[in-house]
Nanobody
């Protein structure tokens, strides 16, 4: 399984971006998807998760601004990011896990994309 993230870039504060992550290989609809991000000098943090059943989970810092969605037919997950802030600047990683869990930790994810840079200017 390989994940390819795209859609990052430079945007002004208040702007929007949509990230995409396409998976290739043997993907099952029972897998959960997630986005994490890592700012310079900081740890990689959970941003948003999409359970196979459709439920979503978000970090408090992005609730109401970010939306995660998935297209099973395309094996693709998206992250719509609105009202971006400078503190959203980070490398964003998509990830996939084979087995469900109530929490979202990077150690529980089985596959990772290489990341896409998002920079929000003030």
């Amino acid at each position: 399984v390989q994940l390819q993230a795209s859609g990052g870039g430079l945007v002004q504060a208040g702007g929007s971006l949509r990230l995409s992550c396409a998976a290739s290989g043997r993907i099952f609809t029972t897998y959960d998807w997630a986005w994490f991000r890592q700012a310079p000098g900081k740890e990689r943090d959970f941003v948003a998760g999409k359970y196979s059943g459709g439920l979503t989970s978000y970090a408090d810092s992005v609730k109401g601004r970010f939306t995660i969605s998935r297209d099973n037919a395309k094996n693709t997950v998206y992250l719509q990011m609105n009202s971006l802030k400078p503190e959203d600047t980070a490398v964003y990683y998509c990830a996939l896990r084979r087995y469900p869990d109530d929490t979202w930790h990077q150690s529980g994810m089985d596959y990772w994309g290489k990341g896409t840079q998002v920079t929000v200017s003030s």
